[in-house]
Nanobody, 116 residues
Framework: QVQLVESGGGLVQPGGSLRLSCVASGDIFGVFAMGWYRQTPTNERELVAA???????AYAESVKGRFTISRDNAKKRVYLQMNNLKPEDTAVYYC??????????WGQGTQVTVSS
């Protein structure tokens, strides 16, 4: 199985930016489409950004134009650049394949809090 470790979260004011990073163990990372997901205590985990193994991207309407997903297959990393953050972006952010597979284990996630 593949371990995923997310980092880069924190507390930021509305309008601020953060860059999240996710690193995968193992050697098969590059063949999978990947996604960034987020979850709040009251909501289901939702997909906010996705990137194919060829680099094509897609975004949830709520983050389109503000978030950018990218990947570095050589480093086995996927990134999420988040700009113009809003309080409603507050959540725990996770990465996984898109769609999620049991072969890639969910990590602990990284907390993003947007508050003044």
């Amino acid at each position: 199985q593949v371990q995923l470790v997310e980092s880069g979260g924190g507390l930021v004011q509305p309008g601020g930016s953060l860059r999240l990073s996710c690193v995968a163990s193992g050697d098969i990372f590059g063949v999978f489409a990947m996604g960034w997901y987020r979850q709040t205590p009251t909501n289901e985990r939702e997909l906010v950004a996705a990137i194919g193994n060829g680099g094509s991207t897609a975004y949830a309407e709520s983050v389109k134009g503000r978030f950018t997903i990218s990947r570095d297959n050589a480093k086995k990393r996927v990134y999420l650049q988040m700009n113009n953050l809003k309080p409603e972006d507050t959540a725990v952010y996770y990465c996984n394949t898109n769609p999620p597979t049991s072969f890639f284990l969910w990590g602990q996630g990284t907390q993003v809090t947007v508050s003044s």
